[in-house]
């Protein structure tokens, strides 16, 4: 099981970036993804997270109206949109899967059994 992802880079804030993460050695599309970041020195934390239905999504309060998680089963991916950016924005962003099947959304980082590598997010001033 591999999750990749891609679409990080540097923006200046105000910006967008779409970040991307395909899954690939089993299927998911019976199971919540999620979306984590970690900045320096802090904790891994939530970003956002969607079902396996995609009815169903969860955003962080410091995300929400700005950023936009979706999902397609077909290609056994999963969409993190991301505008108006912030400094503050800038972390290791990390896609994560659930082993179990049509599970609630989880918020946890170890509600969630596959790990991607992480893509860098730099937001400048």
């Known amino acids: 099981v591999q999750l990749v992802e891609s679409g990080g880079g540097l923006v200046q804030a105000g910006g967008s970036l779409r970040l991307s993460c395909a899954a690939s050695?089993?299927?998911?599309?019976?199971?919540?993804l999620g979306w984590f970041r970690q900045a320096p020195g802090k904790e891994r934390e939530i970003v956002a997270a969607?079902?396996?239905?995609?009815?169903?999504?969860y955003y962080a309060d410091s995300v929400k109206g700005r950023f936009t998680i979706s999902r397609d089963n077909a290609k056994n991916t999963v969409y993190l949109q991301m505008n108006s950016l912030k400094p503050e924005d800038t972390a290791v962003y990390y896609c994560?899967?659930?082993?179990?099947?049509?599970?609630?959304?989880?918020?946890?980082?170890?509600?969630?059994?596959?790990w991607g590598q992480g893509t860098q997010v730099t937001v400048s001033s």
């Open positions: 050695g089993r299927t998911f599309s019976s199971a919540a």
């Open positions: 969607i079902s396996w239905s995609g009815h169903v999504t």
């Open positions: 994560a899967a659930d082993r179990q099947q049509f599970t609630v959304v989880g918020v946890h980082s170890y509600e969630y059994d596959y």
